[in-house]
C-alpha cells in the first residue's frame, strides 16, 4: 500500500516539474523576443549618457557652495533660453506674397510688348501664357514670378498699361511660423539620426543592426520630406507671384441670342420678302408667259373648230 503510494506522490511530483519547465520555456521565448528592442533601447540610453557625460566633463568644476552651483545652474537654463530665442530669432519674416490683376488695354501686340519689357525690367519670368481671341476680345493669361524686393514696383509698371483696370487683389501670407517649426522638428530628426547612427556602430547582432536601420531608414526619409517643405517655402517667398490677364475688346458688339419672338419677326419678313422676290422672278418671264398664251390660245382654236365641223357633219 504505501508502495502505491509513493509512486503516485512521484507521478504527481513529475507532472508539476514538467508543467514548470515548460512555463519557464515560453517566457524565455518571449525573453528572447524582447531582446532586440531593449537592447536597442539600452545602447540608445547609453549613448545620451555618454554624450551627458562628455558635456559634463568638458564644463568647468562647480564650486563646493552650493548657493554657486545653484547659480550656475541657473545660468546654464538662462543661457539655454537665451540660445533658443538667438536660433528662432535668427530667421527673418517669411511673407509669401500673391497679386491677381486684370485690365483692359488699348492695342493688345503694343501692350503685350510693354509688358515683357517690363517683367524684364524688374528681373522677373512668364511661368506660364495662355492667348485666346475672337472676332470681339483678345485674351491673354499670365503667371509671373518675380523677387519679393520688385514685386510692388513690377504691379504699379504693370498696370500703367491699363486703359481700365477690373481688379487688383495683393494677398500676403506670413509663413513664419510654420517655417520656424518645421526648421525645429528638422534638427531634431538629424541630432537623432547622429544618435542611431552611434548606436549603429555599436550594435552587436544582426537584430539590433536591422533593427536600427529601419529607424535610420524612417528618419532619413522625415528628414528629406520637412527639407523639401524648407526648399518650397523659401521659393514662395524668394520670388512672389503676379497671376495676370490684360485684353483688347473690340468695337464689334457681339450678336444678341435670338428669341422666340425674334425668329417670329424674321420669319414674316423673310417671307414677305420672299414673296415679292417671287414676283419679281414671274416678271422677268413675261416673254415665257406671253409665247405660253398664245400657243394655248391656238390650241383651243384649233379645238374650238375640230369640234364645230363634227356638230355639222352629224
Known sequence: MKTKILICVSFVALMLLGVQWSGCGGKKAEEANMVGKESVEKMMEQTLATASESKDEAAPPADKSGDNAKAKEEGKKSVGEKNAQVDVEKIPQKIVKTADISFKVEKYDVARTNILGIIQKHQGYVSAENQTGDVYRTTNVMVVRVGAAQFDGLIDELLKQAVFVDYKKINADDVTEEFVDVAARL???????????????????????????????TLQEEIESMEGRLKYLNNKVDLSTVNMTFYEQSDMLPVQTESFGWKMKEALAWGWHGFLEFLVGMVYLWTLWLVMGITLFIILRVVKRGRKKRMMRN
Do not use: M, P
Request: hydrophobic share 40%.
Open 187 to 217: 534638427k531634431s530628426k538629424k541630432d537623432a539620426l547622429v544618435q542611431y547612427e552611434l548606436i549603429l556602430k555599436k550594435a552587436n547582432s544582426i537584430d539590433e543592426i536591422l533593427d536600427v536601420q529601419q529607424y535610420i531608414r
